[in-house]
């Protein structure tokens, strides 16, 4: 099941704008992680953010996570054609037996357009 | 390094056959989790592998197993194909199961049954 839901689904801007995306949760998490998808590829890690912490910050990259909201945004500023690609959150979290777990919500689809 | 290898990267099979997927992870890392991407529903958890034991699993029917070595890389087997086994499998790796590190994936295995 789905424990992240990404917000938009879908987003086009053109090149050098700035991109907002937004991802919510239903239970407590132990950290908040998002990747990037390119068609056909794998996934690869941007940030990493913990429960403690509230943003995050990785070049052109910038994370908030709100745990009273259960939520969390990424921002890319300056957007490049490059930046185009699927984002995913992903939360671990506790699922018993002393294991913990990473799910991940159906992503943003992001066009930059050049 | 080397990054998380995945092998083969495309596979046809027909219903009622069974497939084996290999994953090779980057050196030194000794867990292993396996993902199932479908456009339906996303990115679903399959089972982590630590050390040749399961240590976690995700909800699917046990047609799904898979295994990990002694030099860590890790092999998953579908038995009794479907059609809706069809699916981007994807491995991902990191050095320990601590829940603070980010895993890296490999480009995955296009799965299609016919």
């Known amino acids: 099941s789905q424990q992240g839901e990404e917000d938009p689904q879908a987003l086009s801007i053109q090149e050098g704008e700035n991109a907002t995306m937004n991802c919510s949760y239903k239970?407590?998490?132990?950290?908040l992680q998002w990747y990037r998808q390119n068609s056909g590829r794998g996934l690869v890690h941007l940030i990493l953010i913990r429960s403690n912490e509230r943003e995050k910050h990785s070049g052109r990259l910038r994370v908030t996570l709100d745990t009273s909201k259960k939520s969390s945004s990424l921002l890319i500023t300056a957007s490049r054609a490059a930046d185009t690609a699927s984002y995913f959150c992903?939360?671990?979290?506790?699922?018993?037996?002393?294991?913990?777990?990473?799910?991940f919500g159906k992503g943003t689809k992001l066009s930059v357009i050049p | 390094k080397a990054g998380v290898t995945q092998t083969p990267r495309y596979l046809i099979k027909t219903r009622g056959q069974q497939v084996t997927l290999s994953c090779s992870p980057i050196?030194?890392?000794?867990?292993v989790s396996w993902y199932q991407q479908t456009p339906g529903q996303g990115l679903q958890f399959l089972f982590e592998y630590f050390s040749e034991t399961q240590r976690n699993k995700g909800n699917f029917p046990g047609r799904f197993s898979g295994r990990q070595f002694s030099n860590s890389r890790s092999e998953m087997n579908v038995s009794t194909l479907e059609l809706g086994d069809s699916a981007l499998y994807l491995c991902?790796?990191?050095?320990?199961?601590?829940?603070?590190?980010?895993?890296?994936f490999g480009d995955g295995t296009r799965l299609s049954i016919l």
């Open positions: 050196s030194g890392h000794r867990s």
């Open positions: 239970t407590s998490i132990n950290n």
């Open positions: 991902a790796s990191r050095p320990q199961t601590d829940s603070n590190q980010p895993q890296h």
């Open positions: 992903a939360t671990r979290a506790y699922s018993g037996a002393g294991s913990y777990q990473l799910t």
